[in-house]
């Protein structure tokens, strides 16, 4: 299993250009999230999916959009890219929703908006 | 929405002496408190976890502890090595099926050989 995978790794935007990051994992886990990684403030939920077909704005939604494509993948899409976006990007998944359960991340995104 | 605090956020050891972590949370409806563990430049990595109805929990030179009257957890881990030096973070999850975590800001934590 490669577990949960995203691309591309490293990403440099010029400010106000659009673009798409992939998630997909391939544990049939049901729940997905996007979370961006600032220095000194941990891990801030984007948006996430508790299962298939539906999505939920998490702490720091604005300026995203999301698609859970289907039950493997959930992609976040950056309409007019903004330097605050410059982070770290995890993409993660954990078995099922209210569970105790492990969520597995993705090796991150890297994005550099100038 | 839940608020959780972690401190300190460095913190030096010397080898084969013991590092806490501590961590509060703000909802006493939150019921799983996971551990992680990032290495520089890699992604966060489950080391231990507890749910609201332990009170600690073990795995070799890790352990956690929860409080749940005061809304705190903490992590131990006893006699450091070089490679546990990496950035911990807590998290809480809150009840139902919405299974929303939300992060500390993560303590630096360096073994000093």
């Known amino acids: 299993n490669a577990g949960v995978t995203q691309t591309p790794k490293f990403q440099v935007l010029k400010t106000g250009q659009s673009m798409t990051l992939q998630c997909a994992q391939d544990m049939n886990h049901n729940s997905m999230y996007w979370y961006r990684q600032d220095p000194g403030m941990g891990l801030r939920l984007i948006y996430y999916?508790?299962?298939?077909?539906?999505?939920d704005k998490g702490e720091v939604p604005n300026g995203y959009n999301v698609s859970r494509l289907n039950k493997r993948e959930f992609s976040l899409r950056l309409e007019s890219a903004a330097p605050s976006q410059t982070s770290v990007y995890f993409c993660?998944?954990?078995?099922?929703?209210?569970?105790?359960?492990?969520?597995?991340f993705g090796p991150g995104t890297r994005l550099t908006v100038l | 929405g839940e608020n959780v605090e972690q401190h300190p956020s460095t913190l030096s050891v010397q080898e084969g002496d013991s590092a806490v972590i501590k961590c509060t949370y703000s909802d006493s409806a939150s019921n799983y408190f996971p551990w992680y563990k990032q290495e520089l430049g890699k992604r966060p990595q489950l080391i231990i976890d507890?749910?609201?109805?332990?009170g600690e929990k073990k795995d070799q030179r890790i352990a956690v502890t929860l409080n749940k009257t005061a809304k705190h957890f903490s992590l131990h881990i006893t006699e450091t090595q070089p490679e546990d030096s990496a950035v911990y973070f807590c998290a809480a999850r809150g009840p139902g099926t919405r299974n929303q975590f939300y992060f500390g800001t993560g303590t630096s934590l360096t073994v000093i050989p």
């Open positions: 993660a998944s954990t078995r099922l929703a209210g569970g105790y359960n492990e969520q597995f």
């Open positions: 999916s508790a299962s298939e077909g539906t999505t």
């Open positions: 507890i749910r609201s109805n332990v």
